[in-house]
C-alpha cells in the first residue's frame, strides 16, 4: 500500500508534535466545520446543510484520533502497572474547567443557549428569586460542567468524554483484540441516527470511535496514510455525493455514515497535503489552536446572537454567519498564538497545549 513515490516525502512527514501534517490539517478543517455547526444553528437551512457536511464526522474524528494516539502510548504507556492515565487526564481537565466556568458566567443565562432551561435554577438561586433552592442550583452547576447534562460550553461534551476515557485508557486497552469487537457494539447502538443523542452523559457513540481509535493504533501512522491515499479520491468523491443526499435525508444518519466521512475528511486532509504542501504546512501550524478554539468560540457565537448587532435576514443572514465563521476562527487562533508569545504559562491551562 504505497502512494505515489513523490507524494511520499509530504504526506508521511512529521509535526512538532508527532503527528503528521495531514493529521494536524484534518484537526483544523473537523475545528472549522464544528464552528460553522454552531452558526448554523441560527439558520434551519444552512443547519441543514452544514450538519451533514463530511457526514457530522466532525466531532466524531477527534475523538477517533484521541483513542489513535492514547493507544500508541504518546501520553503514557498503558500495558505498565498504573490502571489510569491521571496525568494526561488532569492535563485537558484544567482547561476544560476553566471553559465551563467562563461560559456559565458568561452566556449560561442566555435565553439564546440551547440548554438554558437545563442551567435556569442555578441563576434563579443566585439572583435570589422566590422559591429557588440550594440543591436544584447546585445540580444545575453540574450540569453547566458536563455532569449528569450537557456542558453550558456546548462542544465541550466530546471533550469531556475524551477525558473519562482517556483517564480510564489503561483498563481499556486490557480488551486487547476485543477493542475492535466492543468498538463495534458500541457504535451499533446507533444513538445518532436515533437522535438520542444529547451529551447529558458520554454516550455508546463516543465510547465506539475512542475503542476503534485504540484498536487501529496497533498500526503505525505511515501505514494508515498510505492505505487510506491509494483509495483517497473515491472516498472523497462518495463522501461529498452522500453529504448532498443526507441533507436532505436527516433522519436517515447512522454511525456508519459517520465512518464514511471520517475516511472523506481524511483524504481530503491527505490530498491537500499532497498537491499543496506549503499551504498544508501553514494550515497544519494552526492546530495547536485548536482546543482552545473548542472552548471559546460558542461563547463568542451566544455573545454575538446576545449583543443585537446582527438584524439581518433570509439569505444575507446565513451568508453573514457563515462568513464569521474563518473570521471567528482567525480572531481566536490569533489570540491563542498572541497568548502563546507573551503568557506562554497560561497556555497550558487555556489551551492544553504543551508538556
Known amino acids: ?21 495531514w493529521v494536524d490539517v484534518a484537526r483544523v478543517a473537523a475545528c472549522i466545520l464544528i464552528i460553522a455547526n454552531h452558526m448554523a444553528f441560527y439558520s434551519a437551512e444552512l443547519y441543514r446543510w452544514i450538519w451533514a457536511e463530511f457526514l457530522a464526522a466532525r466531532t466524531p474524528f477527534f475523538l477517533l484520533a484521541a483513542g489513535y494516539f492514547v493507544g500508541r502510548g504518546s501520553f503514557g504507556p498503558l500495558d505498565g502497572g498504573s490502571l489510569f492515565l491521571w496525568r494526561r487526564s488532569w492535563f485537558l481537565l484544567r482547561p476544560y474547567l476553566v471553559w465551563g466556568l467562563a461560559a456559565a458566567v458568561l452566556i449560561g443565562w442566555s435565553p439564546l443557549h440551547e440548554y438554558y432551561a437545563s442551567y435556569r435554577p442555578m441563576y434563579e438561586w443566585l439572583g435570589g428569586e422566590k ?11 453540574g450540569r453547566c460542567l458536563g455532569i449528569a447534562g450537557h456542558p453550558v460550553d456546548a462542544p465541550m461534551w466530546f471533550l469531556r468524554d475524551i477525558i473519562i476515557y482517556t483517564a480510564a485508557a489503561p483498563l481499556l486497552y486490557r480488551l486487547g483484540d476485543y477493542l475492535l469487537w466492543a468498538g463495534m457494539v458500541m ?15 458520554p454516550i455508546a457513540n463516543s465510547l465506539g470511535f475512542f475503542l476503534l481509535g485504540m484498536y ?3 498500526y503505525s501512522l505511515s501505514f494508515l496514510t498510505e492505505s487510506v491515499r491509494r483509495y483517497a479520491v473515491p472516498f472523497l468523491v462518495a463522501t461529498l455525493a452522500l453529504t448532498w443526499w443526507l441533507a436532505g435525508h436527516r433522519d436517515q444518519h447512522n454511525s456508519m455514515l459517520i465512518a464514511l466521512g471520517m475516511l472523506g475528511l481524511m483524504s481530503l486532509a491527505i490530498l491537500f497535503t499532497e498537491w499543496f504542501p506549503r499551504a498544508a504546512r501553514w494550515v497544519a501550524g494552526l492546530a495547536p489552536a485548536c482546543f482552545f478554539i473548542f472552548g471559546t468560540h460558542y461563547i463568542v457565537i451566544i455573545l454575538l446572537r446576545e449583543s443585537g448587532w446582527i438584524t439581518w435576514k433570509g439569505a444575507a443572514w446565513d451568508m453573514l454567519w457563515l462568513f464569521l465563521v474563518p473570521v471567528i476562527f482567525a480572531v481566536l487562533a490569533g489570540l491563542f498564538f498572541c497568548m502563546k508569545r507573551f503568557a506562554p504559562r497560561l497556555v497550558p491551562l487555556l489551551g492544553a497545549y504543551g508538556k
Not at 422559591?131 to 452547576?141: H, M, N, S
Open 1 to 21: 500500500m504505497t502512494p505515489p513515490e513523490a507524494s511520499v516525502p509530504v504526506i508521511l512527514e512529521k509535526t512538532a508534535a508527532r503527528r503528521m501534517v
Open 187 to 201: 457504535l451499533s447502538l446507533n444513538y445518532f441516527a436515533l437522535d438520542l443523542a444529547d451529551h447529558d452523559y
Open 131 to 141: 422559591g429557588a433552592g440550594f440543591w436544584p442550583a447546585l445540580a444545575a452547576f
Open 216 to 218: 487501529v493504533s496497533r
